[in-house]
C-alpha cells in the first residue's frame, strides 16, 4: 500500500477556490432566477414565435439542471475537503502530542536513570 502526504495548506488552498465558485454559482443561479425564468424572448405570437418560446424554455430547464448539479457537486467536494482537512489536522495533533508524550516519558527515564 502507496503511502500519501497531504499538505494541508494545498487542501485549504482548494476549499477556498471551491468557496470561490459556490459564490460564483449562487450568483449565477439568483441571475437566472431574477432575470431569466419565466420569461421567454418577446417574439410575438405567430407559430414561429411559439416555437422558439418553448425551445427557449426547454432550455433554459435545461441549462438550469446543470447547473444545479454542478452546485451539488461543489458543495459535496467543499464538504468532503473540510471533513479531510480536519482529519489530517487532528492526525498531525495527535502525532504531534504523541511525540511530546514521548519525549516526556523519556526524559523521566533519563531522569530515573541519573538518579541510579
Known amino acids: 500500500m502507496a503511502n500519501t502526504d497531504v499538505d494541508v495548506s494545498?487542501?485549504?488552498g482548494f476549499l477556498a477556490n471551491l468557496a470561490n465558485r459556490r459564490i460564483q454559482l449562487e450568483t449565477v443561479i439568483a441571475k437566472m432566477n431574477e432575470q431569466l425564468k419565466d420569461k421567454p424572448p418577446a417574439l410575438g405570437t405567430f407559430q414561429h414565435a411559439n416555437t422558439s418560446k418553448a425551445v427557449y424554455a426547454k432550455h433554459y430547464g435545461e441549462f438550469a439542471d446543470r447547473i444545479n448539479r454542478l452546485m451539488d457537486a461543489?458543495?459535496?467536494a467543499e464538504l468532503a475537503t473540510k471533513r479531510i482537512a480536519?482529519?489530517?489536522r487532528t492526525a498531525e495533533q495527535l502525532n504531534?502530542?504523541?511525540a511530546t508524550s514521548?519525549?516526556?516519558r523519556l526524559d523521566d527515564v533519563d531522569t530515573a536513570l541519573e538518579k541510579k
Request: hydrophobic fraction near 40%; avoid cysteine.
Open 102 to 104: 514521548i519525549g516526556s
Open 10 to 12: 494545498s487542501l485549504d
Open 74 to 76: 461543489v458543495v459535496a
Open 96 to 98: 504531534s502530542l504523541s
Open 86 to 88: 480536519e482529519n489530517y
